[in-house]
């Protein structure tokens, strides 16, 4: 008997969170169809000028924007930002940086640093047990 393979389809919303893109910003024929994995593939190995131009100027969703300043998603929540914002707003705020900002920066910094940390500490105490 043979196994029949079935297309693999996502929501758009789905696609533009894996494409790294805002789902409103995109082009009414992706917001309104479903993306298949091989289309998500084709779109990933070869962007098409509205995805470059997206991936390049925005608007970015808040994983890309809180990413591009160096801050978590919740930071950016508690420094007003929860509008999707664009390349040159993000550049504005990384020059004026703003107090919210260096101090979202600094946090993200030590919780980088305590994850380093404890990931050590747990390579140890695995090496340690296997000695």
Same mark, same amino acid.
């Given at each position: /008997?043979?196994?029949?393979?079935?297309?693999? *389809? /996502?929501? %758009?919303? *789905?696609? #533009?969170?894996?494409? $790294?893109?805002? !789902?409103?910003? *995109?082009?009414?024929?992706?917001?309104? @169809? &479903?993306?298949?994995?091989?289309?998500?593939?084709? !779109?990933?190995?070869? %962007?098409?000028?509205? +995805?470059?131009? +997206?991936?390049?100027? @925005?608007?970015? %969703?808040?994983?890309?924007?809180? #990413?591009? !300043? @160096?801050?978590?998603?919740? @930071?950016?929540?508690?420094? $007003? &930002?929860?509008?999707? !914002?664009? *390349?040159?707003?993000?550049?504005?705020?990384?020059?004026? /940086?703003?107090?919210?900002?260096?101090?979202?920066?600094?946090?993200?910094?030590?919780?980088?640093?305590?994850?380093?940390?404890?990931?050590?500490?747990?390579?140890?105490? #695995?090496?340690?047990?296997?000695?």
């Amino acid at each position: /008997m043979k196994s029949h393979q079935s297309t693999q *389809t /996502m929501k %758009p919303a *789905t696609a #533009a969170k894996k494409l $790294g893109v805002y !789902l409103d910003a *995109t082009p009414a024929e992706f917001q309104e @169809g &479903v993306v298949s994995r091989a289309e998500l593939n084709a !779109l990933q190995a070869d %962007p098409p000028r509205w +995805l470059e131009d +997206l991936r390049a100027n @925005g608007p970015h %969703p808040r994983p890309v924007v809180a #990413a591009k !300043l @160096g801050v978590s998603i919740a @930071g950016l929540a508690r420094g $007003g &930002v929860t509008e999707p !914002l664009t *390349t040159e707003q993000i550049e504005v705020l990384k020059k004026d /940086m703003p107090d919210w900002l260096e101090k979202e920066r600094a946090t993200q910094a030590e919780v980088r640093k305590e994850a380093a940390r404890i990931k050590k500490k747990n390579s140890e105490r #695995a090496d340690d047990q296997q000695s």
